[in-house]
């Protein structure tokens, strides 16, 4: 399009807004190299014809260009000088911010605009999602209903993200009726994030529901179930749909094979995972990437062959991850044996000095062998580090709204109950543990 | 022990208000807004005690759970019924101590007393504060599996610490269980400290138990006292509640005052006698009568009992009336009556359980009627009565006895392929009868049914060998000795070893037990150092493994600079930290951000 | 919102809204600053059901003229009753100019229907001090405190002074409060007694009291048994669909055997290995779950170690959402790290304990956990 470009100029036809518009869209949509070169070129243009203030379609297409480009700043100045904004440049400047990490500019940007449409909630919306914050995202979500805009299908594809991330199951649900009465109920994609939704809250039933009722799918639609089905423990089941998807011919990618892979760890289908394996690499020459990799360590983790894991971990082409690391490590602690482990880990430790994970593995496996000195020297060497471990916390969801807790939190409304259900489940555990029924015994042998 | 009804009552209310710190009201409100009711204090011990809940408490979903429960009560789905009360404190509904008196009932009339006890201490540990039923239930229990002790123990608690006072109920079944247990010394305790409910005092089924148990020990001076001091307790007047002439006859009868004691009858079911009848004091009276050699009064109080009996208004024969007469018939050698008179209930709508059916057929084995006493056995599957270890145990001594050893056999395996569990005697006598027919052969076979089942102890080991080595099945002994040895439950200790020997020497073969044992220990300990190997090699082949894949430290140094390459390439670690991550999130990354992403930019083009 | 001239509501539109029920609206009217008038009140107090909603409602009693009227506090003190706060209850009671015997029946129905029977009678011995008489209404509010005080005894005292002490004769409704002083303490088997002494044929309504606490009390037997009376007095009560029930394994009670079953002799000697009890007590110790404290990063002393294991976050959480959500339902549990070996062990026999499906989602993979066992086959 640059060339195109350079060509018209050169050729002396006067380029009009429309040009301006394509040519922006092209910089932003290659904001690694050229697009940074070559935008601010075509702004310099623009802006001799004072297009850039006057024609708002012209300036949002700037504004869009500088925040994919990662130059939110320079967004900013143009949406200022803008002398009419509309509603899309509005958004646009708001996606600018959120694409650059400036949430609580975004948020406020948001909270300034005269007039929010459903595109700006849905940014707003994706933005918290594609950032982690799912409970912002899920706020905004019920703000927008309440603002009784409605959300659209792009919109519901990002709530239903928002509700696979934090388990939102009661949401999802709702989501999922909701939809059934829109015209756009036979989304394929509104579908895929269903499937996806609901896998990733364990309803795995529901999820294959969905997939059934589908009209038409798409290798997506396949590999959300076949993922989801494998991370759910239903190994066979994934298998079973892998080879189906087959049949009906579609040609599996890397994320099939993942799903195909995990659920051959799963069920410890060592030789099946073998085959798929091969055939992804030889076959279809697919080069397999890390996840891969991690799975087949698990594989023969799992089944307790160590060698094999090992020799997997020596082949691959690239540097082992501490998912794969964490592999070994379990099956090292079938093995019971530390001092490999203590090997893997110095290694691991050496690679990734700041990662919490590594040192807490590690501790565990120390203790689990019973070696109190290690396990406390790697504390230690956390402490001295400065190193923290990540909080661990849990979440649920109970009618309408999701509880987290961390350990030992007492800040729940209903702590006292909820310590007061631990205790007697402790009670239960131990009676299951120890001898429970010795008193019993005696009657029913007596009677 | 309180000196007064009056202190005893305040006591208790005084008790309670301290208990009733804060009112259970915050709770209650609770129950509406949410359906959850949780305990007040659930870090509380479960030896403080709580106040139950008022049977308003049983309302909203805790009324329905009631209801659901009792319909499983009414399916007979105990187990079922037990599990979801359990389950049920694990939730937002949590059970009423109405809900969990309720399936404790069901289980004491099952016969379900281990789980019974089982439930109540869980219940107990959930906090769920029992009512006076429970405790009622659980006295019922514990004296019904003859642990009189561990009932009193409990009933010790509830009076000095329980914020629940004692029913006239739970006297009822103490004093009663006491006597059952042949503890009459100290139900007569019990009676003078009971904590007395001026309304329903005194209590005539009280003195009728005791009475009772006067009688079972021939205390008949016993018998005339309790009479007495109910009389005065009633200022003087007849004791208008019939329950207790029965045993006040069996006191005369006892003494040989035959004339009081048919007085005493007259007094009772006379012509316009003020004495009021239940089917317990009809029974009483027909049992004194039977049972004293005045069967043709008995006959015809039984048939005026039948006339009366009108259900549901009026109930003046029950299951009892009926074994009463079985077991006087019996007595009168008329035994062909005897059956008759007790498949004639069903008429009367009573029906037996299996403790009349066994104690019929007792009779009439006892007496050599063994054809008889089948075909009774023959109506149990009718009555809906399922025969026990006792059914099959008197049946199968009664053939014994009569030399149908093969029957009697058939029987013992009757019981055990129905899931009964006969007793080590039991089986003793079996194998004995057996090995005493010459059946070795069937006699191992029960061995060996019931050896995988049954703790055994030497002398039953020591006779199937005996038996074997009688007959010169020395190898069988020894086969036996080996699946002895392989059967970890089982300890062959020395004096087993002994036997062995002893009968192996009779043949000169008293070396090859010892064989046997060293072979055993030598198989078994090359097992075990074979498992040993095992994992020392799979470990080895790790550890090489590993070894090739990270060199050694000193190694390290010398390649430094490649080190410092692979340093410089992790130095992009969040991107590889985010496609482990990945891993974990592929379905997001795959679909729903990829889609996300270019709809978006539709929408907005 | 558009913004039209509020019209001035009336007293009129207040006293619709109260006639209507509609408590809420009602009292956004009063917020506003109309006020109410004996009939409102009147009318509003007999409906509340919030406590927040009566107090609001009293406070506008406070400001009106009304305030010292007699009825309208009376109904203040049932509507506080109703609403289970019988310490504003009181708080009216004790501060009102004058009140009637209306005044401490209500007090007393109030404490005895919100399981302060105790308070209840201590009232009604102060009221005997002030020398008050009581009535037949006095009792009925006596015995349904004395229910609710699990004050058996004191019920049969009170019965008796009614005649004795003050000349009253016991009506029906005494005997029937009587009934259920006796079935609200669990004394089931004694209604029976006090039935058959009762000085008049008992009614079907009475025998229908009597199968209504067995029922309560879980007492199958005596229910079908006084459902079958019923019946036999009326037979428009038959239910429909009734499941029998099933025989009773023993009938001790009525057999004339006890102490003849000779059944131990037969039963029971030693534990059978096979013993299904005894197979599943095994099971559970291989798979017993003993707190495994090697999994505590923290440095911390043992005991404080297992009581950290109780309070993991996916524990805590849990925990929460089964005191939430209905028996037997799934509870769905996200965490962010990977979920600890001791929790999972916990965890899995949990499944069992409860009698659900636990579904714990950690950062590696998904727990199924049911029955005592995880979908993930113990390896996470």
């Given at each position: 399009?640059?060339?195109?470009?350079?060509?018209?100029?050169?050729?002396?036809?006067?380029?009009?807004?429309?040009?301006?518009?394509?040519?922006?869209?092209?910089?932003?949509?290659?904001?690694?190299a050229?697009?940074?070169?070559?935008?601010?070129?075509?702004?310099?243009?623009?802006?001799?014809?004072?297009?850039?203030?006057?024609?708002?379609?012209?300036?949002?297409?700037?504004?869009?260009?500088?925040g994919?480009?990662?130059?939110?700043?320079?967004?900013?100045?143009?949406?200022?000088?803008?002398?009419?904004?509309?509603?899309?440049?509005?958004?646009?400047?708001?996606?600018?911010?959120?694409?650059?990490?400036?949430?609580?500019?975004?948020?406020?940007l948001?909270?300034?605009?005269?007039?929010?449409?459903?595109?700006?909630?849905t940014?707003?919306?994706?933005?918290?999602?594609?950032?982690?914050?799912?409970?912002?995202?899920?706020?905004?979500?019920?703000?927008?209903?309440?603002?009784?805009?409605?959300?659209?299908?792009?919109?519901?594809?990002?709530?239903?993200?928002?509700?696979?991330?934090?388990?939102?199951?009661?949401?999802?649900?709702?989501?999922h009726?909701?939809v059934?009465?829109?015209?756009?109920?036979?989304?394929?994609?509104?579908s895929n994030?269903?499937?996806?939704?609901?896998?990733?809250?364990?309803c795995?039933?529901?999820?294959?529901?969905?997939?059934?009722?589908?009209?038409n799918?798409?290798?997506?639609?396949?590999?959300?179930?076949?993922?989801?089905?494998?991370?759910?423990?239903?190994a066979?089941?994934?298998?079973?749909?892998?080879?189906?998807?087959?049949?009906?011919?579609?040609?599996?990618d890397?994320?099939?094979?993942?799903?195909?892979?995990?659920?051959?760890?799963?069920?410890?289908?060592?030789?099946?995972?073998?085959?798929?394996?091969?055939?992804?690499?030889?076959?279809?020459?697919?080069?397999?990437r890390?996840?891969?990799?991690?799975?087949?360590?698990?594989?023969?983790?799992?089944a307790?062959?160590?060698?094999?894991?090992?020799?997997?971990?020596?082949?691959?082409?690239?540097?082992?991850?501490?998912?794969?690391?964490?592999?070994?490590?379990?099956?090292?602690?079938?093995?019971?044996?530390?001092?490999?482990?203590?090997?893997?880990?110095?290694?691991?430790?050496?690679?990734?000095?700041?990662?919490?994970?590594?040192?807490?593995?590690?501790?565990?496996?120390y203790?689990?062998?019973?070696?109190?000195?290690?396990?406390?020297?790697?504390?230690?060497?956390?402490?001295?580090?400065?190193?923290?471990?990540?909080?661990?916390?849990?979440?649920i969801?109970?009618g309408?709204?999701?509880?987290?807790?961390?350990?030992?939190?007492?800040s729940?409304?209903?702590?006292?109950?909820?310590?007061?259900?631990?205790?007697?489940?402790?009670?239960?555990?131990?009676?299951?543990g120890?001898?429970?029924?010795?008193?019993?015994?005696?009657?029913?042998?007596?009677q | 022990?309180?000196s007064?009804?009056?202190?005893?009552?305040a006591?208790?209310?005084?008790r309670?208000?301290?208990?009733?710190i804060e009112p259970p009201?915050?709770?209650?409100?609770?129950?509406?807004?949410?359906?959850?009711?949780?305990?007040?204090?659930?870090?509380?011990?479960?030896?403080?005690?709580?106040?139950?809940?008022p049977?308003?408490?049983?309302?909203?979903?805790?009324?329905?759970?009631h209801?659901?429960?009792?319909t499983l009560i009414?399916?007979?789905?105990?187990?079922e019924?037990?599990?979801?009360?359990?389950?049920?404190?694990?939730?937002?509904?949590?059970?009423?101590?109405?809900?969990?008196?309720?399936?404790?009932?069901?289980?004491?009339?099952?016969?379900?007393?281990?789980?019974?006890?089982?439930?109540?201490?869980?219940?107990?540990?959930?906090?769920?504060?029992?009512n006076?039923?429970?405790?009622n239930?659980?006295?019922?229990?514990?004296?019904?599996?003859?642990?009189?002790?561990?009932?009193?123990e409990?009933?010790?608690?509830?009076i000095?610490?329980?914020?629940?006072?004692?029913?006239p109920?739970?006297?009822?079944i103490?004093?009663?269980?006491l006597?059952?247990?042949?503890?009459?010394?100290?139900?007569?305790?019990?009676?003078?400290?009971?904590?007395?409910?001026?309304a329903?005092?005194?209590?005539?089924?009280?003195?009728?138990?005791?009475?009772?148990?006067?009688?079972?020990n021939?205390?008949?001076?016993?018998?005339?006292?309790?009479?007495?001091?109910?009389?005065?307790?009633?200022?003087?007047?007849?004791?208008?509640?019939?329950?207790?002439?029965?045993?006040?006859?069996?006191?005369?009868?006892?003494?040989?005052?035959?004339k009081?004691?048919?007085?005493?009858?007259?007094?009772?079911?006379?012509?316009?006698?003020?004495?009021k009848?239940?089917?317990?004091a009809?029974?009483s009276?027909?049992?004194?009568?039977?049972?004293?050699?005045?069967?043709?009064?008995a006959?015809?109080?039984?048939?005026?009992?039948?006339?009366?009996?009108?259900p549901?208004?009026?109930?003046?024969?029950?299951?009892?009336?009926?074994?009463?007469?079985a077991?006087?018939?019996?007595?009168q050698?008329?035994?062909?009556?005897?059956?008759?008179?007790?498949r004639k209930?069903?008429?009367?709508?009573?029906?037996?359980?299996?403790?009349?059916?066994?104690?019929?057929?007792?009779?009439?084995?006892?007496?050599?009627?063994?054809?008889?006493?089948?075909?009774?056995?023959?109506?149990?599957?009718?009555?809906?009565v399922?025969?026990?270890?006792?059914?099959f145990?008197?049946?199968?001594?009664?053939?014994?006895?009569?030399?149908?050893?093969?029957?009697?056999?058939?029987?013992?395996?009757?019981?055990v392929?129905?899931?009964?569990?006969?007793?080590?005697?039991?089986?003793d006598?079996?194998?004995?009868?057996l090995?005493?027919?010459?059946?070795?052969?069937?006699?191992?076979?029960?061995y060996?049914?019931?050896?995988?089942?049954?703790?055994?102890?030497?002398?039953?080991?020591?006779?199937?060998?005996?038996?074997?080595?009688?007959?010169?099945?020395l190898?069988?002994?020894?086969?036996?000795?080996?699946?002895?040895?392989?059967?970890?439950?089982?300890?062959?200790?020395?004096?087993?070893?002994?036997?062995?020997k002893?009968?192996?020497?009779?043949?000169?073969?008293?070396?090859?037990?010892?064989?046997?044992?060293?072979?055993?220990?030598?198989?078994?300990?090359?097992?075990?150092?074979?498992?040993?190997e095992?994992?020392?090699?799979?470990?080895?082949?790790?550890?090489?493994?590993?070894?090739?894949?990270?060199?050694?430290?000193?190694?390290?140094?010398?390649?430094?600079?490649?080190?410092?390459?692979?340093?410089?390439?992790?130095e992009?670690a969040?991107?590889?930290?985010?496609?482990?991550?990945?891993?974990?999130?592929?379905?997001?990354?795959?679909?729903?951000?990829?889609?996300?992403?270019?709809?978006?930019?539709?929408?907005?083009? | 919102?558009?913004?039209?001239?509020?019209?001035?509501?009336?007293?009129?539109?207040?006293?619709?809204?109260?006639?209507?029920?509609?408590?809420?609206?009602?009292?956004?009217?009063?917020?506003?600053?109309?006020?109410?008038?004996?009939?409102?009140?009147?009318?509003?107090?007999?409906?509340?059901?919030?406590?927040?909603?009566?107090?609001?409602?009293?406070?506008?009693?406070?400001?009106?003229?009304?305030?010292?009227?007699?009825?309208l506090?009376?109904?203040?003190i049932?509507?506080?009753?109703?609403?289970?706060?019988?310490?504003?209850?009181?708080?009216?009671?004790?501060?009102?100019?004058?009140?009637?015997?209306?005044?401490?029946?209500?007090?007393?129905?109030?404490?005895?229907n919100?399981?302060?029977?105790?308070?209840?009678?201590?009232?009604?011995?102060?009221?005997?001090?002030?020398?008050?008489?009581?009535?037949?209404?006095?009792?009925?509010?006596?015995?349904?405190?004395?229910?609710?005080a699990?004050?058996?005894?004191?019920?049969?005292?009170?019965?008796?002074?009614?005649?004795?002490?003050?000349?009253i004769?016991?009506?029906?409704?005494?005997?029937?409060?009587?009934?259920?002083?006796?079935?609200?303490?669990?004394?089931?088997?004694e209604?029976?007694?006090?039935?058959?002494?009762?000085?008049?044929?008992?009614?079907v309504?009475?025998?229908?009291?009597?199968?209504?606490?067995a029922?309560?009390?879980?007492?199958?037997?005596l229910?079908?048994?006084?459902?079958?009376?019923?019946?036999?007095?009326d037979?428009?009560?038959a239910?429909?669909?009734?499941?029998?029930?099933?025989?009773?394994?023993?009938?001790?009670?009525?057999?004339?055997?006890?102490?003849?079953?000779?059944?131990?002799?037969?039963?029971?000697?030693?534990?059978?290995?096979?013993?299904?009890?005894?197979?599943?007590?095994?099971?559970?110790?291989?798979?017993?779950?003993?707190?495994?404290?090697?999994?505590?990063?923290?440095?911390?002393?043992q005991?404080?170690?297992?009581?950290?294991?109780?309070?993991?976050?996916?524990?805590?959480?849990?925990?929460?959402?089964?005191?939430?959500?209905?028996?037997?339902?799934?509870?769905?549990?996200?965490?962010?790290?990977r979920?600890?070996?001791?929790?999972?062990?916990?965890?899995?026999?949990m499944?069992?304990?409860?009698?659900?499906?636990?579904?714990?989602?950690?950062?590696?993979?998904?727990?199924?956990?049911?029955?005592?066992?995880?979908?993930?086959?113990?390896?996470?």
């Amino acid at each position: 399009a640059a060339t195109l470009f350079t060509q018209m100029r050169l050729s002396a036809v006067e380029p009009n807004h429309v040009t301006f518009i394509t040519l922006l869209s092209a910089c932003a949509d290659f904001p690694k190299a050229e697009g940074r070169s070559f935008g601010p070129m075509v702004h310099a243009y623009v802006r001799k014809l004072g297009l850039d203030r006057h024609h708002v379609m012209v300036g949002t297409a700037l504004v869009k260009m500088y925040g994919k480009c990662g130059e939110v700043e320079r967004a900013r100045v143009c949406f200022d000088e803008l002398e009419v904004r509309n509603s899309v440049s509005w958004n646009t400047l708001i996606d600018g911010y959120m694409r650059n990490d400036e949430m609580d500019v975004a948020v406020q940007l948001f909270d300034e605009m005269p007039q929010r449409d459903a595109v700006s909630w849905t940014l707003l919306i994706d933005g918290f999602v594609k950032k982690g914050y799912f409970e912002q995202a899920l706020e905004s979500f019920r703000e927008m209903q309440v603002s009784k805009a409605e959300p659209d299908y792009v919109t519901i594809i990002s709530v239903l993200a928002a509700c696979a991330n934090s388990g939102a199951l009661g949401l999802g649900l709702w989501i999922h009726r909701y939809v059934l009465k829109q015209e756009f109920r036979d989304n394929i994609r509104i579908s895929n994030s269903l499937i996806d939704m609901y896998a990733r809250c364990g309803c795995v039933e529901l999820a294959r529901q969905v997939f059934d009722k589908m009209l038409n799918r798409t290798l997506v639609s396949w590999n959300s179930l076949l993922v989801g089905l494998a991370a759910n423990g239903f190994a066979e089941e994934a298998l079973r749909y892998f080879e189906l998807m087959q049949e009906q011919g579609f040609v599996p990618d890397g994320v099939s094979f993942t799903g195909a892979l995990t659920a051959c760890s799963h069920a410890g289908f060592v030789e099946e995972g073998q085959k798929y394996f091969n055939l992804m690499t030889k076959k279809l020459k697919i080069s397999p990437r890390i996840e891969h990799y991690g799975c087949m360590v698990d594989l023969h983790s799992r089944a307790g062959n160590l060698e094999a894991a090992i020799k997997v971990i020596e082949t691959m082409p690239m540097k082992p991850n501490e998912v794969i690391l964490g592999s070994l490590l379990t099956a090292c602690r079938t093995h019971e044996d530390t001092a490999v482990a203590e090997k893997v880990m110095s290694r691991v430790v050496d690679l990734q000095p700041d990662v919490d994970s590594n040192y807490v593995i590690l501790a565990n496996l120390y203790a689990g062998a019973g070696k109190w000195e290690g396990a406390s020297k790697v504390r230690r060497k956390m402490k001295a580090l400065g190193i923290r471990k990540t909080p661990g916390f849990s979440s649920i969801e109970v009618g309408p709204s999701i509880h987290e807790f961390v350990a030992g939190d007492k800040s729940h409304d209903d702590a006292e109950h909820i310590y007061g259900i631990l205790q007697l489940l402790s009670h239960d555990l131990k009676l299951l543990g120890y001898d429970p029924q010795a008193n019993e015994q005696d009657v029913y042998q007596e009677q | 022990s309180f000196s007064s009804p009056e202190e005893a009552e305040a006591e208790r209310r005084r008790r309670k208000r301290r208990l009733r710190i804060e009112p259970p009201l915050s709770s209650a409100h609770r129950a509406q807004q949410q359906q959850s009711q949780q305990p007040k204090k659930p870090s509380q011990g479960a030896n403080e005690f709580k106040l139950p809940e008022p049977v308003s408490a049983l309302s909203g979903n805790r009324l329905n759970l009631h209801n659901r429960i009792l319909t499983l009560i009414r399916e007979n789905d105990l187990a079922e019924a037990a599990l979801y009360t359990r389950h049920s404190v694990y939730s937002n509904c949590r059970p009423t101590i109405y809900t969990v008196n309720a399936v404790l009932n069901a289980q004491l009339r099952q016969g379900k007393f281990a789980d019974l006890l089982s439930l109540h201490r869980f219940i107990i540990q959930a906090n769920i504060a029992p009512n006076v039923i429970t405790h009622n239930l659980v006295f019922q229990t514990y004296l019904t599996c003859r642990k009189p002790d561990t009932a009193m123990e409990i009933y010790k608690q509830l009076i000095n610490d329980a914020p629940v006072a004692p029913s006239p109920t739970t006297y009822r079944i103490l004093i009663e269980g006491l006597v059952n247990n042949g503890m009459v010394e100290k139900a007569l305790e019990l009676k003078e400290e009971m904590v007395v409910n001026e309304a329903f005092s005194p209590d005539p089924l009280i003195y009728h138990y005791l009475m009772v148990g006067c009688v079972k020990n021939n205390d008949a001076d016993g018998v005339f006292k309790l009479y007495e001091e109910l009389k005065q307790k009633l200022d003087g007047g007849v004791v208008t509640d019939g329950v207790v002439y029965g045993a006040l006859m069996k006191g005369y009868f006892m003494r040989g005052m035959e004339k009081e004691a048919m007085d005493c009858y007259e007094e009772a079911v006379g012509e316009n006698s003020k004495v009021k009848m239940s089917a317990i004091a009809y029974n009483s009276v027909l049992d004194a009568l039977c049972k004293n050699g005045k069967f043709d009064e008995a006959l015809n109080l039984f048939e005026r009992m039948l006339l009366e009996h009108k259900p549901p208004t009026r109930l003046a024969v029950n299951l009892g009336s009926f074994n009463v007469m079985a077991d006087g018939y019996c007595l009168q050698g008329r035994f062909k009556d005897a059956i008759e008179v007790f498949r004639k209930m069903g008429d009367y709508r009573c029906s037996p359980d299996n403790a009349s059916f066994n104690n019929l057929m007792d009779q009439l084995c006892k007496n050599g009627l063994l054809a008889d006493a089948e075909e009774v056995y023959g109506d149990m599957d009718g009555k809906g009565v399922k025969p026990d270890e006792y059914t099959f145990g008197l049946l199968m001594d009664a053939c014994f006895h009569e030399g149908r050893i093969d029957d009697g056999a058939a029987y013992f395996r009757k019981m055990v392929d129905s899931g009964l569990r006969p007793d080590l005697p039991v089986y003793d006598r079996l194998v004995d009868q057996l090995v005493k027919a010459g059946k070795i052969d069937e006699a191992k076979s029960f061995y060996e049914l019931m050896v995988k089942k049954l703790r055994m102890n030497n002398e039953s080991y020591k006779f199937i060998m005996k038996a074997l080595s009688d007959h010169g099945r020395l190898n069988e002994v020894l086969q036996l000795v080996d699946a002895m040895l392989d059967d970890e439950s089982i300890d062959v200790n020395e004096e087993l070893q002994e036997i062995v020997k002893g009968e192996l020497n009779k043949e000169g073969r008293g070396d090859e037990l010892d064989k046997l044992m060293e072979e055993k220990a030598r198989l078994k300990a090359e097992a075990k150092a074979r498992e040993i190997e095992e994992a020392e090699a799979t470990k080895r082949r790790a550890k090489i493994s590993i070894a090739n894949l990270f060199p050694p430290k000193n190694k390290e140094v010398e390649t430094g600079s490649a080190e410092e390459n692979d340093a410089n390439a992790n130095e992009a670690a969040p991107a590889a930290a985010e496609s482990a991550a990945g891993e974990d999130q592929p379905i997001e990354k795959a679909t729903v951000s990829g889609d996300s992403e270019d709809s978006k930019d539709e929408v907005r083009a | 919102e558009a913004e039209p001239v509020i019209p001035v509501a009336s007293l009129a539109d207040l006293l619709r809204l109260c006639q209507e029920g509609k408590v809420k609206e009602a009292i956004e009217l009063m917020d506003k600053g109309l006020r109410a008038d004996y009939a409102c009140f009147d009318s509003l107090f007999g409906l509340c059901s919030k406590l927040e909603d009566a107090k609001k409602v009293h406070d506008y009693l406070l400001q009106s003229t009304c305030r010292g009227d007699l009825r309208l506090n009376n109904k203040v003190i049932e509507m506080y009753g109703r609403c289970e706060s019988m310490t504003d209850a009181r708080r009216v009671f004790d501060h009102m100019p004058e009140r009637n015997m209306d005044t401490w029946h209500l007090m007393i129905h109030g404490y005895a229907n919100n399981s302060l029977g105790d308070e209840g009678l201590q009232l009604f011995e102060q009221m005997r001090k002030l020398d008050l008489k009581p009535t037949e209404e006095t009792f009925l509010a006596v015995l349904s405190a004395c229910g609710s005080a699990d004050a058996v005894d004191e019920a049969f005292i009170h019965f008796k002074s009614m005649k004795n002490d003050f000349g009253i004769d016991q009506q029906m409704e005494h005997y029937v409060g009587m009934i259920d002083v006796l079935g609200k303490c669990g004394f089931l088997n004694e209604i029976e007694q006090y039935i058959e002494k009762l000085p008049f044929d008992p009614s079907v309504e009475i025998w229908e009291k009597y199968m209504n606490y067995a029922r309560i009390h879980g007492d199958v037997d005596l229910e079908d048994r006084l459902e079958e009376l019923i019946v036999s007095m009326d037979p428009s009560k038959a239910a429909a669909k009734k499941i029998p029930t099933p025989p009773p394994v023993k009938r001790t009670a009525v057999s004339m055997l006890e102490g003849k079953s000779r059944i131990a002799e037969y039963r029971y000697p030693a534990l059978y290995k096979d013993d299904p009890k005894l197979k599943e007590l095994m099971e559970l110790k291989n798979s017993g779950y003993v707190p495994d404290t090697r999994y505590v990063l923290h440095d911390i002393d043992q005991e404080a170690k297992e009581q950290a294991l109780l309070y993991h976050s996916e524990r805590l959480a849990i925990a929460y959402g089964l005191i939430s959500t209905p028996a037997r339902t799934t509870l769905r549990i996200i965490k962010n790290l990977r979920i600890c070996g001791d929790c999972h062990n916990a965890i899995k026999i949990m499944s069992r304990i409860v009698g659900r499906e636990l579904i714990v989602r950690d950062n590696k993979r998904f727990h199924h956990f049911r029955d005592g066992k995880c979908s993930c086959g113990d390896y996470w």
